[in-house]
């Protein structure tokens, strides 16, 4: 902790690095511990970014310094308009997430919650944020009982019976989880406007558990006392797509489920002499209302729906979390109820149980996901659900686009590879022939991986991956042309750097009376010329080709530790004028 009068900070991350003289004369209250997570949190985006450890301290001085905006927040990405009948995206929130270079690429676990309105959905949420917040998967017992609408962690909530979000809200700093094979991912929490109160009309219902099922990867739907009839039919008109995209999958194949993970989170359990609280409670409560056969032919159609819909569904009873937290404006919760928070939580945010969102089997990055959000809210823009060919499409191109994008990049990689920038000369011939072989390999990457069964789709998008790979191979083609020009003048001007260097020597050395030293540097410099003038000889007339090749191999080598010395020394210079200012500052 930090008091009045500290003026060098020393802030330890979790890989070791440490942040020094983070300066900030003007410290009134503590660091506390969630502040120095958001700056490990923050030197992990930065390095990713490509930036280093001194831009880090920049970052702790502003979680430490009083700031307009909250340290802890939510963006809303999508909007209502005035009239609460339309979606708006909200295109600045969407980028300061979505397209930060640090995550862009990172694979995306999207985690939602949804439900009716003024059920505490904004409430768990912060639950979540204090979880993740945590150095590595949390045990045990590390719940803050005590929240109140003063005290959030990036979602606001508040007791009273008006709903309190509106649109959707993403927390505006992912969180890195590695997953158990190594993988690195982004973990972005969303909450969603709530359902069924009196300025929503009932179709704005079901449109947003369609749009929460279509960028999640776990869904979270929150209810109270029990899985109501009235939530399945409003999950029905939804799940009519999925049927279509379970079918519409690309032949030959394995078919996967459209979606990934619905969760039910069921508050204020009250038939525990039935179903005990829990995953084992709940998993046999929720057995009994999908098996059930008392009900109307289309609820028992959307039943089924539902498990051929998404991966899994799982079912979570929960315990009423407490008079204090239920009636006032703050409170501890439950102790019965912190006990199974300390249990639900880590079941779907624990690293070994987080799920990539992916579409087919196909995983979504950070940036991809933006354009999924993007597309799917034009899609529901006027508040209606639309046609299900109409969702169909637009997953449709969102998939065969993430497919021919990953397709593209395979190509580039390896022809980069090949012939990069930094790699050698290539024959034309020899380059034409791994064109050759890479881009079929690319495209029948792109024909052969699992995709939504649209014809024109996946003509228009064949087509622009064709015109991409022929683009860039035009441009490495003529890279490597430019290679044979740079290639055939190293000879000269290393010969020549040489001749030059061995002058200057030969004078200084003469200047001080070391003569017969001189005119051994003076005969190098001769030697260079007339070797120069041979080679260029050689290269006119196409004789002596060995020799000249052998003067080649012979220039390369002078040249690459003539740049590596030049570089060396530039280095040097730039490190020393970084201690001499460091020395300035601290001077002044």
């Known amino acids: ?98 397209g930060n270079k640090a995550i862009r690429s990172l694979p995306a676990v999207v985690v939602s919650i949804a439900g009716p309105f003024r059920l505490g959905k904004s409430f768990m949420l912060n639950y979540f944020v204090q979880y993740l917040q945590g150095k590595v998967d949390l045990e045990g017992e590390w719940v803050d009982q005590s929240f109140s609408p003063d005290h959030n962690l990036g979602f606001n909530w508040s007791h009273g019976a008006d709903r309190h979000t509106t649109g959707v809200w993403m927390y505006k700093t992912p969180f890195i989880r590695t997953l158990p094979g190594g993988k690195k991912v982004a973990v972005l929490l969303i909450d969603t406007q709530g359902t069924f109160d009196n300025h929503m009309k009932q179709e704005m219902n079901a449109v947003i558990f369609a749009l929460n099922s279509l960028i999640s990867s776990i869904q979270v739907y929150n209810v109270t006392k029990r899985i109501s009839e009235d939530v399945l039919q409003n999950m029905h008109l939804f799940t009519r797509f999925g049927e279509m995209a379970y079918k519409q999958q690309s032949a030959g194949a394995e078919k996967k489920k459209p979606f990934q993970r619905l969760q ?95 579409v087919l089997g196909n995983e979504v990055t950070c940036g991809g996901l933006k354009d999924y959000i993007r597309q799917y809210t034009m899609l529901f823009k006027d508040g ?155 290269s006119a007339v196409h004789k002596f080709e060995d020799v000249a090749k052998q003067i080649d191999e012979f220039s390369v080598q002078i040249y690459e530790v003539g740049f590596m010395i030049f570089t060396s020394y530039i280095q040097q210079q730039i490190m020393g004028a970084a201690v001499g200012g460091t020395k300035t500052k601290k001077e002044n």
């Open 1 to 98: 902790s930090l008091g009045l009068g500290f003026n060098e900070v020393l802030v330890k991350i979790e890989d070791g690095i440490v942040l020094r003289n983070l300066r900030s004369v003007d410290i009134v209250s503590q660091v506390s511990l969630t502040q120095l997570r958001f700056v490990r949190q923050f030197h992990f985006l930065n390095k990713m970014d490509g930036g280093d450890e001194t831009s880090a301290p920049a970052a702790a001085a502003a979680v430490a310094a009083p700031t307009s905006e909250p340290e802890f927040t939510a963006l809303q990405i999508i909007g209502l308009n005035k009239a609460g009948d339309s979606f708006e995206i909200v295109e600045e929130n969407l980028d300061k997430i979505l």
């Open 264 to 358: 039910f989170l069921i508050r204020d359990w009250g038939g525990r002499k039935d179903f005990d609280f829990g995953a084992e409670g709940g998993k046999a409560y929720l057995e009994t209302v999908l098996d059930t056969q008392d009900a109307e032919p289309e609820l028992l159609e959307v039943r089924k729906d539902l498990r051929d819909c998404f991966g899994a569904i799982d079912c979570f009873l929960m315990p009423y979390p407490g008079q204090e937290v239920a009636e006032g404006d703050s409170g501890s919760i439950d102790d019965r109820f912190k006990a199974h928070l300390e249990a639900f939580i880590p079941s779907i945010l624990k690293s070994s149980e987080l799920e990539v969102k992916a």
């Open 384 to 538: 209606s659900m639309p046609e299900v060919t109409g969702i169909f499409d637009a997953t449709a191109k969102l998939n065969h686009d993430g497919i021919r994008r990953s397709c593209s990049a395979m190509y580039k990689t390896e022809m980069r590879e090949y012939a990069g920038p930094d790699k050698p000369h290539r024959v034309a011939a020899e380059l034409q022939t791994k064109h050759d072989s890479v881009y079929n390999t690319a495209v029948k990457t792109y024909t052969e991986s699992p995709r939504l069964e649209a014809p024109r789709v996946e003509q228009a998008m064949l087509a622009d991956l064709q015109k991409e790979i022929n683009e860039m191979y035009a441009d490495i083609a003529s890279a490597n042309e430019q290679k044979v020009l740079f290639k055939k003048l190293v000879t000269p001007i290393a010969l020549g750097g040489l001749s030059l260097l061995c002058n200057i020597i030969a004078t200084f050395l003469a200047m001080f009376g070391l003569a017969s030293i001189a005119t051994l540097f003076s005969y190098i410099t001769w030697f260079c010329f007339l070797t120069i003038a041979f080679w260029a000889y050689s």
